[in-house]
């Protein structure tokens, strides 16, 4: 790929991407247009599209997409109650194909031969992102630095970064890597490689320790459209705004810390720690909602495919026929999903108060342990259950016969 020219960068400012941008240069001698997403890292954006360009990039884009996001990528996932290996709420991997899409609208509008992105050859960004470019552009050109520099350390990555004068958050001490975005945070990497030290509490940053918690529980209400939250105590909000007030709310009481080793794509484990406040809230309030208003043997063959969705997510198949085909499916499940649910936030934990639809198919009438003699005989029982254990009968009638 001698003759690239232009390439635009998936650039976070982290260590990774700082190195990569001027490694480019100096390996390419190319242009390098940067392209930073705003998915809600906050201050991390802070002097970004600057230190971009003292870096050497000849332009810097920086687009606020979290609406989008959450309306278009978060949203969608917890309608699926998706979730990757019963832990994992999918933070950095729902991310990776709206990072894509916009680097490859980018690169189209500069007139870029190839586009590059700072994920290890190890990892699942890797493929997640290329997976991505490939879907929108079949003959894209991918420069993945990981996969072919000698930098292959992080140590050697903060000695490239400062001989080349190239300020970094990550130290010596504190050397883990992470991800930020509206749905959580990650970290991974130095004192996390070895699965038995704890996490220590300065690196949690969207979430107090549950210890530190406030002493009062706080009882919090979110309302449903068609699976998708719509309003939080009553106040409607936009998706993006919604999402940061449910962060807000569950940080507050330090909910969402976990802490685990995954399965990678490549192969390998990993550990993790993350924090998703907002997201485990959601999660909760929603699975919730579909107690009252999904019919059993629809709820029951939609979570039967949460494995499914959550891997295709998890390994970047966001793009795919597969994908659009459970999409599809898993929103027609929600045309009832509508109501409100009532949680208690309080000491790391949420507790479910209640719930409540215009579409219920809860029946107190038939629930009830009170006289319901004109709405549901029991003496119907019993035919149910005798037809249903005819099978078991007539297999220990033969298997004493026998």
């Known amino acids: 790929m001698s003759n690239i020219k232009k390439v635009v960068l998936a650039y976070s400012g982290g260590l990774d991407t700082s190195v990569i941008l001027k490694w480019l240069i100096e390996t390419y001698g190319c242009e390098v247009v940067t392209f930073s ?27 606020d997409l979290r609406e989008e996001f959450i309306r278009d990528f978060v949203f969608p996932a917890f309608r699926a109650n998706a979730i990757y290996e019963g832990q994992y709420l999918l933070g950095t991997s729902i991310a ?3 990072i894509a899409k916009r680097q490859m609208e980018i690169a189209r509008i500069e007139g870029a ?16 992102f290329e997976l991505s470019y490939y879907a929108i552009d079949p003959e894209i050109k991918i420069i993945a630095p990981w996969r072919e520099w000698d930098l292959n350390s992080r140590t050697v990555l903060m000695e490239f970064a400062k ?3 190239i300020p970094v958050p990550q130290t010596p001490a504190k050397p883990y890597s992470t991800d930020r975005n509206m749905l959580h945070i990650s970290y991974e990497g130095g004192v996390l490689e070895d699965p038995w030290n704890p996490a220590t509490d300065d690196m949690y940053t969207m979430s107090v320790k549950p210890e530190s918690a406030p002493d009062k529980a706080e009882e919090v209400e979110i309302s449903f459209v068609q699976g998708n939250p719509v309003a939080i105590n009553g106040k409607s ?6 999402f940061k007030e449910l962060n807000s709310l569950g940080g507050k009481h330090g909910i969402g810390r976990i802490d685990l080793v995954e399965n990678r794509f490549v192969g390998m484990k990993s550990r993790g720690v993350y924090e998703t406040p907002g997201g485990t809230l959601l999660r909760l309030a929603h699975m919730t909602m579909e107690t009252i208003t999904l019919d059993r043997e629809v709820a029951h063959l939609r979570d039967s495919l949460i494995p499914r969705y959550a891997e295709l997510v998890y390994y970047g198949f966001w793009f795919s026929p597969e994908m659009k085909l459970l999409q599809n499916m898993v929103d027609q499940t929600q045309e009832n999903v509508s109501g409100d649910v009532r949680l208690k936030l309080y000491k790391g934990n949420a507790y479910v108060l209640g719930r409540r639809s215009e579409r219920s198919l809860y029946s107190a009438a038939h629930a009830t342990f009170e006289d319901d003699k004109s709405i549901y005989r029991q003496k119907d029982a019993e035919g149910f259950i005798r037809l249903n254990a005819l099978r078991l009968r007539i297999l220990n009638t033969m298997n004493k016969k026998n």
């Open 37 to 63: 997403a705003d998915l809600g890292q906050e201050e991390e954006l802070d002097g970004l599209e600057a230190k971009a360009l003292k870096t050497g990039a000849v332009k810097a884009y920086i687009d």
């Open 96 to 98: 990776r194909p709206l």
């Open 113 to 128: 031969d190839a586009v590059s992105h700072g994920a290890t050859g190890k990892g699942n960004d890797q493929v997640r």
């Open 163 to 165: 001989k080349h004068g």
């Open 237 to 242: 909000m936009s998706p993006a705004v919604l």
